[in-house]
């Protein structure tokens, strides 16, 4: 599973960062605001990704004081995401899920698919990992499996798929 989360690691990081672009509303003088803060919260998955997490950590919520501060729900929302992200790296699996669930409602309310489909699969990892909830994890991986049906993305749906497949391996439910 470790294979799989790597490659979840990176499809999140480039979906934070591509597909998350925000349509600015606001005027142009917070464009070099939120442009500022993508590129930190892209530094934060980089200390993630080199073992850093308790600099990823800081700088993460600096992203999510800053992104509050200027009202970008979008921005709130990757905060959100990557503290969830930083969190579960450093094991602190129920409070990467309270990030992540705070990600989903934001990413839901701005219908913004691919990462609410993306957060339901950082939620089913989170509970992966803890290995006690293992029919939780079947849940969002579901959840995340029907978002990426919906908005036709069949890259994350074979991905979802897979990740499934092996929690049903380790639940020995072989049958689905």
Do not use: W
């Not at 799989?4 to 070099?32: E, M, N, R, Y």
């Not at 590129?39 to 308790?54: C, D, I, M, Q, W």
């Not at 698919?113 to 989170?126: E, L, Q, S």
Request: hydrophobic share 40%; with cysteine.
């Amino acid at each position: 599973m470790k294979f799989h989360i790597q490659i979840l690691f990176i499809a999140v990081f480039t979906t934070v960062f591509t597909f998350g672009q925000a349509k600015s509303i606001d005027k142009d003088s917070l464009k070099p605001i939120k442009d500022s803060i993508n590129v930190k919260l892209s530094k934060v998955l980089t200390y993630g990704a080199n073992f850093e997490y308790h600099r990823a950590l800081s700088l993460a919520i600096q992203c999510l004081k800053k992104s509050d501060s200027i009202k970008s729900d979008s921005l709130v929302g990757k905060s959100y995401l990557t503290l969830g992200i930083i969190n579960s790296l450093l094991g602190k699996m129920d409070k990467s899920i309270l990030d992540y669930r705070k990600a989903e409602a934001i990413f839901i309310k701005l219908k913004n698919y691919t990462m609410v489909g993306a957060t339901y699969n950082n939620i089913a990892f989170a509970y992966y990992e803890n290995s006690q909830n293992l029919d939780s994890a079947v849940v969002y991986f579901k959840k995340g499996l029907d978002t990426f049906k919906y908005i036709g993305n069949t890259n994350r749906m074979a991905l979802t798929s897979c990740n499934l497949g092996e929690t049903y391996e380790k639940m020995n439910d072989l049958k689905n």
